[in-house]
């Protein structure tokens, strides 16, 4: 069966600096992965996927993600935070049929 | 183009009442899903729909729940009776275009927030 564990449950950091988010996955076959960003009180929004191309995958936002399979991860990061990236982000992994696997979510603040 | 729209945003009822709730997809989407989303538990799949058919219901939590796709661009989530433990953002979420290969990508509404007392 497919999951993904999100190492943090809540990360901060001050705006500039970098972004780190973690995200390891189990997958009994090669997946599909991705990145989802909820900010309070909206939907998701796909931020990025990764599905066998390219293993340094670039989304939304200044957001990239890199595949590594011999550490199972796929930790999303971004040069520089700014205070409109507050938000809770959810690793995803794809499943059986058409279904997505979230992982616990990472809120992640941003100071000024 | 309209996002995926849902109502109501907010749902305040009673331990007893009947719940429903509404989406209307992304128009030209075929896949539509409704989620569940709690402190306690995340995010959960409850139904998913291909093409109007219920495809996957596994995550309904109990026969208290249904939901219908009547056509391509309607889908009611009801809850009947509900209970407090109900209580929950629920999301739909769309997909694929018709004649499109699905991607994983999901477009979600923003939510209705139920509360049941």
């Known amino acids: 069966a497919q999951s993904v564990t999100q190492l943090d449950s809540h990360v901060s950091v001050s705006e500039g600096t970098p972004v780190l988010l973690r995200c390891n996955y189990s997958?009994?076959?090669?997946?599909?992965l991705f990145w989802y960003v909820q900010h309070p009180n909206k939907g998701l929004q796909l931020l990025l996927k990764y599905t066998s191309a390219a293993t340094l995958v670039k989304g939304i936002n200044g957001f990239e993600a890199e595949f590594k399979k011999s550490e199972t991860s796929f930790h999303l990061t971004k040069p520089s935070a700014h205070m409109s990236d507050a938000a809770e982000y959810f690793c995803v992994v794809s499943g059986r049929g058409n279904k997505l696997v979230f992982g616990a979510g990472t809120i992640l603040r941003v100071k000024s | 183009d309209a996002g995926v729209i849902q109502s109501p945003r907010h749902e305040v009822t009673e331990m007893g009442q009947e719940v429903t709730l509404r989406c209307k997809p992304i128009s030209g989407h075929n896949s539509l899903f409704w989620y569940r989303q709690t402190m306690m538990r995340g995010l959960e799949l409850l139904i998913y729909?291909?093409?109007?058919?219920?495809?996957?219901d596994s995550g309904m939590p109990e026969d208290r729940f249904s939901a219908k796709m009547p056509n391509a661009s309607f889908s009611t989530l009801k809850i009947q009776p509900s209970e407090p433990r109900d209580s929950a953002v629920y999301f739909c979420?769309?997909?694929?275009?018709?004649?499109?290969?699905?991607?994983?990508?999901?477009?979600f509404g923003e939510g209705s927030r139920l509360t049941v007392l």
């Open positions: 729909f291909n093409n109007n058919v219920p495809i996957d």
């Open positions: 979420a769309s997909s694929t275009p018709r004649g499109g290969t699905y991607t994983g990508e999901l477009f």
């Open positions: 997958s009994s076959y090669s997946p599909s």
